[in-house]
């Protein structure tokens, strides 16, 4: 059935660019170019809201080896990491949880409807990473469910017609990572692929991974049907998870599989705009509370299966007009999950692929059908966008939701804007069956719902550049785990209500004929009005209260150049000591980290150094995180 959803989504995209080839009358629109533009191959636009990117420079001159690392350095970012390199960690967004931000990969949604610690599960390795695109605040009316604290949009599109790349890296902690990627084609026809490993013994007892991926994305441009873009990739992951998610059991293990395919399809004709893609993810995870039973209770009879696939197809329509642009949309998506652990019990059981008589034992499925309408217009000095959308799935019912973007340009460096968004998120599979040992779901679990405001400036100048957002969101139902100090399970709820008020700065400024390049200095703030005086919360009420970010980028000597990055996070709420089993606070920390790069034409020799001032950290209560590491690696460009 599910190969006949995709079959009948793909032969729909073909009819669909067939059909586009008509000849229609053309249209004379007077738009500035800036709006024309501002929606075109991005996340969301630039016009009314601040969308940050991380282009493949900054990418290439910083100290990092995973995408998880890459975006803990953007403001308004938590990226709460157990492992390291890209193992496992949880993005959060203004607070939000890690269930709560979208994440799409070429702008196919590859969020996991398991549960939100699956979604960095990335098939690729960081050296293919074009561009990432950062949206923090409610964009579900142009993006759909979940993206309810903020998205994310991971770029791969390579533009080089013919390349060949391998890259080597080893470092502290018996690590060691290599990749080959290569590119060919023309303006027409291009095609990029890559595999990866990486693997590492751990800092710690117990927190050794091995990763492989691969990766394959082939465009194909017409001159009459529009663009094609296949992806294929697929990622194996095994991790040592001490302590990951309970520190009662700290020899927890991880196995995970993720296979993804997508096409996407662009057009543009005459005053029209279309796309549409069809996707398909799957993704398999083993997850062992005792590893290979060393040590297991006598009550423990198994380790956790789960195999989820979600596919899905999109199609959007956009036309210009004398008073504007209007986007109408639709998105059909089914999830779907297997399990011995969520779900319902089935009446048979079904083989767990990948494992030797092992059986799934329950599922559970849900459909979901999205509508949505945008409609942006800038007249004068004043962009004004607004729309709404609207979910039916088979599980909670109708759910709707909308907003509205202002912004006004004071000048052509500077602009102002004010927005207003409501989003819905709906729970995981795990928020809503997942009982064990140390925990227990809730299948009552009502969606989460959240009104947010807005308001800031944009400021570009030759030099420098200002961006500066204030913003209160109220949250309705948001769902956390939560216990308390004399419990040993943790029980998923609604909460009544999580209020959040912040502000993100980011300044940089860029220098010339002078050894320095470029600095950029970003600051955070966020409270929550909701307080845990008497319970543990796992995940909500544990967010960063102050972040503060540096970064210097200079010239060393000749084609030498290095990289520092100074952060200061200090972290709100509590969690309960496994020594004392008594609730204590965060302690703040700072971490320095640093990158030297020597760039040629043919190859790239770096070194990096990690927390160089060796500080002792946790991002989740009682995790602690590596102290000082060295890496050193070479990129050959062979092109």
Same mark, same amino acid.
């Given at each position: ?33 800036? &709006? ?126 013919? =390349? ?70 697929? &990622? ?61 209770? +006598? ?56 494992? +030797? ?11 979901? =059908? ?70 227990? =779901? ?118 030498? +150049? ?62 602690? &995180? ?14």
């Amino acid at each position: 059935m599910k190969k006949i959803f995709i079959l009948c989504s793909i032969v729909f995209v073909t009819f669909q660019s067939i059909r586009s080839q008509e000849k229609t009358d053309s249209v004379n629109v007077n738009l500035s170019e800036l &709006q024309v533009n501002a929606n075109r191959a991005k996340l969301y636009s630039e016009m009314g809201r601040v969308l940050t990117i991380v282009d493949k420079a900054e990418i290439a001159r910083t100290a990092v080896q995973s995408i998880d690392q890459l975006l803990d350095y953007v403001a308004g970012l938590d990226i709460r990491q157990r492992g390291i390199d890209g193992t496992q960690a949880d993005i959060s967004v203004r607070g939000g949880s890690f269930d709560q931000v979208l994440v799409l990969l070429n702008g196919v949604n590859i969020t996991d409807p398991q549960t939100g610690h699956f979604n960095l599960d990335i098939p690729l390795n960081l050296s293919d990473v074009s561009r990432v695109e950062i949206l923090e605040g409610s964009s579900a009316r142009v993006l759909g469910p979940n993206a309810f604290s903020g998205a994310i949009n991971i770029i791969t599109e390579n533009r080089e017609k013919h =390349a060949l790349n391998a890259e080597l890296e080893g470092g502290s902690f018996n690590y060691y990572a290599q990749s080959v990627s290569g590119s060919i084609g023309s303006d027409r026809f291009h095609t990029f692929a890559s595999v990866s490993h990486k693997s590492s013994s751990g800092y710690i007892a117990n927190t050794d991974f091995d990763l492989s991926s691969a990766f394959l994305q082939s465009i194909f441009n017409t001159k009459s049907a529009g663009k094609f873009s296949l992806q294929l990739a697929g &990622q194996l992951k095994a991790v040592g998870s001490n302590g990951f998610y309970t520190l009662a059991y700290p020899n927890q293990f991880e196995n995970s599989k993720t296979f993804l395919s997508a096409l996407n399809w662009s057009m543009s004709k005459g005053n029209f705009e279309y796309s549409a893609q069809a996707y398909w993810r799957e993704h398999h995870d083993r997850f062992e509370l005792f590893r290979d039973f060393v040590g297991a209770a +006598s009550w423990y009879t198994g380790h956790n299966y789960h195999m989820t696939d979600v596919t899905g197809t999109k199609f959007t329509g956009s036309y210009l007009s004398s008073i504007g642009k209007t986007t109408l949309g639709v998105e059909i998506r089914n999830e779907h999950i297997y399990s011995n652990v969520l779900g319902t019990l089935m009446a048979q059981k079904v083989a767990v692929p990948f494992e +030797s008589n092992k059986f799934f034992t329950r599922e559970a499925d849900r459909f979901l =059908a999205t509508a949505f309408f945008d409609h942006s217009v800038t007249i004068d000095k004043w962009y004004l966008s607004f729309g709404a959308a609207a979910t039916q799935s088979t599980s909670f019912g109708v759910n709707g939701y909308g907003g509205i973007d202002i912004a006004y340009s004071l000048n052509e460096f500077a602009r102002v804007f004010a927005d207003a968004n409501t989003a819905v998120r709906l729970p995981t599979f795990t928020d809503l069956y997942y009982n064990s040992a140390t925990q227990i =779901a809730n299948p009552n679990l009502k969606p989460e719902q959240s009104k947010t405001v807005e308001v800031g400036t944009k400021v570009n100048k030759a030099d420098w550049s200002l961006n500066a957002t204030v913003y209160y969101r109220i949250g309705n139902n948001i769902i956390d785990w939560v216990k308390s100090p004399d419990s040993t399970k943790w029980q998923s709820r609604n909460l009544t209500n999580v209020d959040a008020l912040g502000a993100d700065i980011v300044v940089d400024y860029y220098f010339h004929h002078s050894f320095l390049e470029k600095v950029t200095l970003s600051y955070s703030y966020l409270t929550l009005d909701k307080t845990a005086d008497n319970f543990d919360s796992k995940y909500v009420l544990d967010y960063l209260k102050h972040k503060f970010t540096m970064a210097i980028h200079h010239k060393v000597w000749s084609k030498l +150049s290095a990289n520092w990055t100074g952060s200061y996070s200090d972290r709100a709420g509590k969690y309960i000591d496994f020594a004392t089993n008594k609730l204590v606070s965060y302690s703040p920390y700072f971490l320095l980290n640093g990158r030297l790069l020597w760039s040629q034409n043919k190859y790239d020799l770096f070194a990096d150094v990690n927390n160089i001032l060796n500080s002792t950290y946790a991002d989740y209560g009682g995790l602690t &995180q590596p102290g000082a590491s060295v890496n050193v690696g070479v990129r050959l460009k062979l092109n």
